[in-house]
């Protein structure tokens, strides 16, 4: 069995801190206490601007807020190429083109305003900076969204639609790759949750596990009764393994009441096929499954990735995301 560098250091599972020896590491982009500290004035510049402009637009305050999303692409032009400040890149200069408008369409601003901040993220998380600029830098990302209004006012009412098929829950593990082991003394899994995602998780029994302080909340809560009616799954491998035998990824749905904080295997697991014989970097699996699991309003939604119980000692690693429907 090959080994994994990436089980070896425990600071590797912490998702806004990423060192040479953890695998799958984001940061690319340097750059240097200058540059940042004119991106965090910049990125303070914006919160107060875009407030002002939204609640007074003025020519004043839409030229204030053209020459700060200017100066922020001046800036972003002298940091290294990358897939994510590219695309930021882009967004800036479609936001810039409609604040040169003396009579902005705000309502296409806003939808790029929104994009903008879905970007930054990503681009945060590829500059080579230490974790707690990290989270200055998404510190002033919410900042930035709550200075934001979110739409203009309200419309009058439309026809009653026809009934929808369901809301769709996703999870995802992130930047951080879900760890999948079975072992002699006892087999460990990953709580998937929204972006980030816990390894080293074992269920009691196979069937239960009630969530301590260290391990974190990765469950949704149902606003309302329904059911959830299926299950779909994606892995995508992170490290080579030669397994003695064929190993399978599966996904399971487990709920806790409203007051508790243990949480129940229900329904049936996802088997995410192929089951690998063999794992090169970057091979995938996928499933959907039907369900039938009811739930109450309150009721708490975790899931769960492992390897199935028949499959042999081995140490797994890959991006995992999943979807729930429910009705």
Do not use: W
């Not at 990423?18 to 910049?42: K, Y």
């Not at 940091?79 to 967004?91: D, H």
């Not at 009630?210 to 009616?229: E, H, K, M, N, W």
């Not at 806790?256 to 970057?282: D, K, R, Y």
């Amino acid at each position: 069995m090959t080994s994994n560098n990436c089980f070896g250091h425990n600071h590797c599972n912490n998702p806004i801190v990423f060192t040479p020896e953890c695998c799958n590491n984001p940061q690319t982009v340097p750059i240097t206490s200058e540059q940042l500290g004119r991106l965090i004035t910049l990125l303070n510049s914006l919160i107060s601007a875009i407030a002002a402009f939204f609640a007074n637009p003025s020519d004043a305050n839409r030229l204030a807020l053209l020459n700060l999303f200017t100066q922020l692409l001046n800036l972003l032009n002298e940091l290294a190429p990358s897939p994510e400040g590219n695309f930021l890149k882009q967004l800036i200069q479609s936001i810039i083109n409609v604040l040169q408008s003396p009579n902005p369409d705000l309502s296409k601003l806003l939808s790029l305003l929104q994009q903008f901040y879905s970007a930054l993220a990503p681009f945060f998380f590829s500059l080579i900076i230490d974790p707690a600029s990290l989270q200055l830098l998404l510190n002033l990302l919410t900042q930035l969204i709550g200075a934001t209004p979110g739409g203009g006012p309200t419309g009058p009412t439309g026809p009653t639609g026809a009934t929808g098929g369901g809301a769709i829950i996703p999870f995802a593990s992130g930047t951080t790759p879900s760890a999948l082991v079975n072992a002699l003394v006892a087999n460990t899994g990953t709580l998937l949750g929204f972006g980030f995602s816990q390894p080293g998780v074992a269920l009691t029994g196979g069937t239960s596990i009630t969530l301590a302080l260290g391990i974190g909340d990765y469950a949704f809560v149902a606003p309302r009764a329904g059911t959830i009616t299926s299950l779909a799954g994606f892995f995508s491998a992170t490290a080579a393994l030669a397994p003695l035998s064929p190993v399978q990824v599966q996904i399971q749905i487990l709920t806790a009441p409203a007051a508790s904080n243990t949480f129940t295997v229900q329904g049936a697991p996802l088997l995410l096929t192929p089951a690998f014989a063999a794992i090169a970097i970057g091979s995938t699996a996928s499933g959907i499954i039907a369900e039938a699991i009811p739930v109450a309003a309150g009721d708490k939604i975790l899931l769960y990735v492992s390897l199935t119980a028949a499959s042999p000692i081995a140490a797994v690693a890959g991006f995992v995301s999943a979807g729930i429907n429910i009705v």
